[in-house]
């Protein structure tokens, strides 16, 4: 009899014991996944504000740069500025005055008008007068003729030499205004190369501002997402690992109350036994009989009781 309420009280602490770790396990495994979830909460905003904040100084360092570049370039091109205009000035003062191109074509008047012309002429006719008078050929033909060919001369070499000295005027200014052009040509040409070396560096420090922002933004987006997954999977391989840990534990629950109900089977059946006699004969009062011997530890009236021939006694 003890044995049974032994059994039956096995039984009700096994089962218990089973749920118990079961839950013991469902909870560790809920608790573990809380507190990741709690880490991955946590940490993944810091990605996402860190990859935000970096990426935005980078781009603002980026941007910094580019202006005081900008600023750099128009600084040195407002120096270039007089050679500039003065190189245009100049080109369209080269470009007027070769494309009329060299033109001499004076008047008499003109020639007349050159400087020393009238005292030469003057000078030259009277020492032609003077020389005719002394020959007494003073109005004569020849002296006339003599006057005329004077004057014509002059006049032939007064031409020959305003031509030179307009051909040289003419050079001359050419001459002077070509370097002034090409020193333009030469600054213009600076100011073209900083405009556009300016924007070239300009558009590479930014665009490298934004592509490292946007790989920040990329691996904190790659970042999160690793630590969702994981935390995706560890939660799921806790749900399994808790269905599991449940399932056992109602199987071992099962085992317990199997075992219980196996030994109360086992006693019942002793208990049954009991109630035959020495004589082979069964009632109650050999059941009395056999379960005080029992509980009394042996002796004369320990339990003693065939059944077919062989002993039996209560477990």
Known sequence: MPSIITGIIGGIQGASAAHNAANAQVNGYNQSAA?????????????A??????????KSTASSGAT????????GNQQ???????????????????????NFNPSMSTLESTPGYQFALQE??????????????GD???????????????????????????LSTYNTNVNSLLPQANMGLTASNLVAGNLMNAARYSGDINMAGTQYAGNAQISA??????????????????AANSGAAIANGDLNAANAWNGTLSGIGNGLTSLAMAGFGAGGGWSFGNMGTNLGGMWRGGGSNSPNYTQGGSMGQII
Do not use: C, H
């Open 140 to 166: 004569s033909g020849a002296a006339l003729k003599a006057g005329a060919n004077y004057a014509e001369g002059l006049a032939s070499t007064t031409y020959q030499n305003a031509f030179k000295n307009a």
């Open 124 to 137: 030259g006719q009277k020492s032609i007068d003077n020389s005719m008078s002394a020959r007494g050929l």
């Open 35 to 47: 507190d990741l979830w709690k880490q991955v909460a946590a940490a993944n905003p810091i990605l």
């Open 49 to 58: 504000n860190n990859a935000n904040y970096w990426g935005d100084a980078v």
């Open 221 to 238: 987006g790659n970042n999160i997402a690793s630590n969702l997954t994981n935390f995706g999977v560890y939660q799921g391989n806790g």
């Open 68 to 75: 005081g570049l900008n600023n750099a370039m128009w600084g």
């Open 80 to 102: 270039l500025a007089p050679f500039t205009n003065n190189g245009w000035t100049a080109s369209n003062n080269l470009s007027n005055l070769t494309g009329a191109g060299f």
